[in-house]
């Protein structure tokens, strides 16, 4: 079961966006994430006439490996690690801090 999923906010831990808050946007392997607005970079693209693609500077997000990021725990306000609990006969992520569910309504 993965612990960090497509959705979840997470808290930046270190690099040069240590403290951002961001959105999961995709998991690119079983290491890596795109978060929303995190770990951009400027790539310089060449003009493609043929594709009708317009040359520049444009700004891309780059992925972050999994070990840099937590998921935020909204009743602490922190960065918490995550673990796996059977809850009704079905495996659940729970934060290791309080031991709440992952996503559920309070």
Known sequence: MEKIRKGDEVVILTGR???RRGTVLSR???DHLLIE???VVKKH???NPMQGTSGG???KNMPIHISNVALFNPATGKGDRVGIKEVD???VR???SNGDVVGAKA
């Open 28 to 30: 690119v392997d079983a």
């Open 94 to 96: 729970v934060y290791r």
């Open 45 to 47: 693209v060449r003009p």
């Open 89 to 91: 006969g079905r495996k």
């Open 57 to 59: 500077i444009i700004e």
């Open 37 to 39: 607005g995190i770990n």
């Open 17 to 19: 966006d240590k403290k």
